[in-house]
């Protein structure tokens, strides 16, 4: 499967973005999704995941109730809202997608989108 992740900006703290990913291929429906990020200077981190269904998310910690993760198994997309941005979410993020497991470590990721730049400013 191939991601095509776009959505990215620059906003100020406490704005919102809406990061989209588009999947190719007739088996998105079978993968289980996520979003990771990676800020200059770190590790990439995860920060979202949706089972294949769409009955399960998963979320991390610091972003927990300012992000929502969900997907269209129609439109083969999934999404990432994120409200109330702070300055410590800019970073890259990439979408993952894996069969197998709920995508939430990099090692449990079998095909990765590119990614797409998130700026806040404070």
């Known amino acids: 499967v191939q991601l095509q992740a776009s959505g990215g900006g620059s906003v100020q703290a406490g704005g919102s973005l809406r990061l989209s990913c588009a999947a190719s291929?007739?088996?998105?429906?079978?993968?289980?999704m996520g979003w990771f990020r990676q800020a200059p200077g770190k590790l990439r981190e995860f920060v979202a995941a949706?089972?294949?269904?769409?009955?399960?998310?998963y979320y991390a910690d610091s972003v927990k109730g300012r992000f929502t993760i969900s997907r269209n198994n129609a439109e083969n997309t999934v999404y990432l809202q994120m409200n109330s941005l702070k300055f410590e979410d800019t970073a890259v993020y990439h979408c993952?997608?894996?069969?197998?497991?709920?995508?939430?470590?990099?090692?449990?990721?079998?095909?990765w989108g590119q990614g797409t730049q998130v700026t806040v400013s404070s």
């Open positions: 993952a997608a894996s069969r197998q497991r709920i995508p939430q470590k990099d090692y449990e990721v079998e095909y």
């Open positions: 291929g007739r088996t998105f429906s079978s993968y289980n």
């Open positions: 949706i089972t294949w269904s769409g009955g399960s998310t």
